[in-house]
């Protein structure tokens, strides 16, 4: 289940409000003259030509940015497990996830059974309510991969992945809404034995990761879908805090 997140720092979000005076006072002497080029900006840059243009390492460097300035993050998610050897028989799960750096996350899985992971950065904890059980157990020894450790702020994508752009079509269907957007595949440098590769789909407006697939050496396929995104909104440090209800049993690893 923790094969996935997305996550977080808000400290640069304040250059895109510096960046806009340093410009504007460039502008009184033919204000009517700037405004063409200013609305021509953006409709260059949404149009599927521009984004096709990007190398691999580019669109890397664009997602690793956006993770970079971002401090909270929650979404919306579906999680589908597939098995190679019974593909029929998808495993389908979704919920709410909250993340904010550095490392701390919450997945409240909501169907088709209630579950919670949650972490403070340095403890991990899994709960099923159905079983009355928690799972308690330092953070660093929950085998947690490379690419989470990404996801939840801790780490370079450059540093640990070698990447390549693969056709929309790639990760298993053919999405429209992803048009303009990345399929961006990432492969560890350093062998996994939990994971073969990754493949983020990126907007291509945002840069945020919208989806995401993971497959084992096995062939088995777990992907997440993010929907709803909202970052920068000042998630509370108590969503990622936890204590383990009265009469649970708890397993500390």
Request: hydrophobic share 40%; aromatic share 10%.
């Amino acid at each position: 289940f923790m094969e996935l997140l997305v996550a977080l720092i808000a400290v640069v979000l304040a250059q895109p409000v510096v960046a806009q005076p340093a410009p504007a006072p460039q502008r009184p002497a033919a204000p009517r003259a700037a405004a063409a080029p200013a609305a021509a900006a953006p409709a260059a840059t949404t149009t599927a030509p521009a984004a096709a243009t990007l190398t691999p390492d580019e669109v890397v460097r664009r997602v690793q940015a956006v993770y970079d300035r971002t401090n909270d993050y929650q979404a919306d998610f579906e999680q589908t497990y597939t098995n190679r050897l019974f593909a029929s028989r998808a495993k389908h799960s979704k919920g709410r996830a909250y993340f904010r750096r550095p490392g701390r996350m919450r997945f409240e899985y909501q169907a088709p059974e209630p579950k919670l992971f949650v972490s403070n950065g340095q403890t991990l904890w899994v709960y099923e309510p159905e079983a009355n059980q928690v799972i308690d157990q330092p953070l660093e020894q929950a085998e947690m991969p490379t690419v989470l450790a990404f996801l939840a702020g801790r780490g370079r994508l450059s540093e640990s992945f070698t990447a390549r752009l693969l056709p929309l079509s790639a990760g298993g269907d053919d999405d429209a809404s992803f048009a303009g957007g990345y399929v961006l595949e990432l492969r560890p440098r350093t062998p996994s034995p939990h994971y073969e590769r990754v493949v983020f789909y990126v907007d291509g407006q945002s840069f945020l990761v919208r989806r995401t697939l993971i497959i084992d050496p096995a062939g088995n396929t777990n992907r997440m879908d993010f929907s709803n995104p909202r970052t920068n909104t000042g998630v509370p440090e108590a969503r990622f805090q936890f204590t383990a209800p009265q009469g649970a049993r708890v397993i500390r690893p």
